[in-house]
């Protein structure tokens, strides 16, 4: 992960995530999960942090949901998708 702004991400939603669930390592699997399914994220222009936190809370959400990191992965990038879409619209009304 090359980006401050995936890091601080994953950061934010891992915190996030031990609150809610105290009985949880700090190194959990679901962490390295996270980091990996942030990092091959494509450009989300240029790296915006207030949308790779809401992707990774997402995640995490739908890992803990589904129980499998493919699925956790695709409903995470419906998100996203849903996200860029509402970007892109709101760019384009201005």
């Known amino acids: 992960m090359t980006s401050q702004a995936r890091e601080g991400a994953c ?3 891992w915190r996030n995530y031990l609150l ?4 949880i390592s700090e190194n959990d699997n679901r962490r390295s999960a ?3 399914y942030v ?6 222009g240029g790296d915006n942090f207030d949308l790779l936190q809401i992707v990774a809370v997402a ?3 739908k ?3 589904l129980h ?3 699925c956790a992965r695709l ?6 998708a849903e996200c860029l879409e509402t970007q892109g619209t709101t760019h384009h009304e201005a």
């Open 34 to 36: 996270l980091y990996r």
């Open 11 to 13: 950061a934010f939603a």
């Open 39 to 44: 990092a091959n994220l494509p450009d989300t």
């Open 20 to 23: 809610f669930h105290s009985g």
């Open 63 to 65: 890992l803990d949901e």
């Open 68 to 70: 499998d990191e493919r």
């Open 59 to 61: 995640y995490l959400k």
């Open 75 to 80: 409903a995470a990038d419906q998100v996203l």
